[in-house]
């Protein structure tokens, strides 16, 4: 690779590392820590194919850090290899001045050196991220928008070697979420449970995943859509029997509400319920259930619930009620038009 990194995807630069290519400078920004933690990783490796693992390999935290302590790592010869690699973590964490002292090292920066820095956010008015940005070694490293997760771990499924069908796929969507670290982990359990290049199923997520998450709350949604008091309590004292945190329940309650206020939202524009569950971040198999739910909450119930459910939240952190009685009268209420 180039010493200046081009415009390319996250997953390209891991690509070209695997295959032995590092970039003089890599500017990795992003909040998605899976795949700037895999990006730093494969870099390392990179830098440490042709000489002793960590003996040229130094890591820097922004905060506090000066330019020229940066400077003097990355203009040092590596010993006994070819490469050296220096990680500056957090660098949005140093001073503007001190990070503008890196600017005319962007211009001409050391071939036998990787510098790799992270950042979840570049100050984009600093002279700094208009140098890494006009050398182009900024590889903006963004969350998969709410279809794409799908994709992301039907990849990661046979990356580990296992088939996944869409219909897996979306019932580990549907019990996790969005976060890829929670799914990587997830995948990564699965892999062991089901074995060695056996189909990852709907039916395994279910067994080992925790068909708690997925069900539960959704059954709970519906029951303080209908006002059924008893089974919304009902399904409060199961998830908290199985275990699930009282904070945890409330976040997965939350999250349910948002993918129907969305699946309002899209239901509204004139979209069929299978696209408005896509626009919505929820699997196309759950749509219709989805497209029900949503009857029970109009604009003005969505918005009460969200306000209630942020008092919980405060509750659940601050209070000495107990958590579990905490919860049951959010559940109450909720369950009043």
């Given at each position: 690779m180039a010493a200046s990194l081009g415009p390319v995807e996250v997953h390209e630069v891991i690509e070209a590392a695997d295959?032995?290519?590092?970039?003089?400078?890599?500017?990795?920004?992003?909040?998605?820590?899976?795949?700037?933690?895999?990006?730093?990783?494969?870099?390392?490796a990179a830098c440490a194919r042709e000489g002793t693992p960590g003996f040229n390999d130094d890591v820097l935290e922004g905060k506090g850090l000066s330019g020229d302590s940066v400077l003097g790592l990355v203009r040092t010869l590596p010993m006994l290899a070819p490469r050296r690699f220096v990680l500056v973590r957090h660098c949005d964490a140093m001073s503007g001045g001190e990070l503008d002292r890196l600017v005319d090292y962007l211009k001409e920066p050391a071939p036998e050196t990787c510098l790799v820095m992270t950042a979840a956010k570049l100050d984009g008015r600093g002279r700094f991220a208009k140098a890494a940005r006009k050398a182009r070694t900024v590889v903006e490293v963004k969350s998969p928008k709410p279809g794409q997760v799908g994709g992301f771990v039907r990849q990661e499924a046979r990356r580990r070697g296992h088939p996944l069908d869409r219909e897996g796929a979306d019932a580990l969507v549907d019990a996790i979420g969005a976060n890829l670290d929670e799914l990587d982990d997830?995948?990564?359990?699965?892999?062991?449970?089901v074995g060695e290049s056996q189909p990852i199923t709907a039916a395994a997520v279910a067994d080992c995943v925790t068909h708690v998450k997925a069900e539960n709350i959704f059954t709970l949604v519906d029951a303080v859509g209908n006002n059924d008091t008893e089974l919304a309590l009902a399904t409060v004292a199961n998830l908290l029997a199985n275990r699930q945190a009282a904070l945890g329940i409330l976040a997965m309650l939350s999250r349910q509400l948002r993918i129907l206020a969305r699946m309002r939202s899209a239901l509204a524009s004139g979209l069929q319920p299978r696209e408005a569950a896509q626009r919505a971040g929820a699997p196309p198999f759950k749509a219709r259930d989805l497209a029900r739910a949503a009857g029970h909450f109009p604009r003005q119930r969505l918005e009460r619930a969200f306000g209630l459910l942020a008092e919980t939240d405060v509750a659940l952190k601050g209070s000495r009620v107990p958590d579990s009685l905490v919860l049951e009268r959010a559940v109450l209420e909720l369950c009043q038009r």
């Amino acid at each position: 690779m180039a010493a200046s990194l081009g415009p390319v995807e996250v997953h390209e630069v891991i690509e070209a590392a695997d295959s032995g290519k590092a970039p003089a400078v890599c500017v990795l920004v992003g909040s998605e820590r899976l795949w700037i933690d895999r990006a730093v990783d494969s870099l390392r490796a990179a830098c440490a194919r042709e000489g002793t693992p960590g003996f040229n390999d130094d890591v820097l935290e922004g905060k506090g850090l000066s330019g020229d302590s940066v400077l003097g790592l990355v203009r040092t010869l590596p010993m006994l290899a070819p490469r050296r690699f220096v990680l500056v973590r957090h660098c949005d964490a140093m001073s503007g001045g001190e990070l503008d002292r890196l600017v005319d090292y962007l211009k001409e920066p050391a071939p036998e050196t990787c510098l790799v820095m992270t950042a979840a956010k570049l100050d984009g008015r600093g002279r700094f991220a208009k140098a890494a940005r006009k050398a182009r070694t900024v590889v903006e490293v963004k969350s998969p928008k709410p279809g794409q997760v799908g994709g992301f771990v039907r990849q990661e499924a046979r990356r580990r070697g296992h088939p996944l069908d869409r219909e897996g796929a979306d019932a580990l969507v549907d019990a996790i979420g969005a976060n890829l670290d929670e799914l990587d982990d997830a995948l990564e359990r699965l892999s062991l449970y089901v074995g060695e290049s056996q189909p990852i199923t709907a039916a395994a997520v279910a067994d080992c995943v925790t068909h708690v998450k997925a069900e539960n709350i959704f059954t709970l949604v519906d029951a303080v859509g209908n006002n059924d008091t008893e089974l919304a309590l009902a399904t409060v004292a199961n998830l908290l029997a199985n275990r699930q945190a009282a904070l945890g329940i409330l976040a997965m309650l939350s999250r349910q509400l948002r993918i129907l206020a969305r699946m309002r939202s899209a239901l509204a524009s004139g979209l069929q319920p299978r696209e408005a569950a896509q626009r919505a971040g929820a699997p196309p198999f759950k749509a219709r259930d989805l497209a029900r739910a949503a009857g029970h909450f109009p604009r003005q119930r969505l918005e009460r619930a969200f306000g209630l459910l942020a008092e919980t939240d405060v509750a659940l952190k601050g209070s000495r009620v107990p958590d579990s009685l905490v919860l049951e009268r959010a559940v109450l209420e909720l369950c009043q038009r």
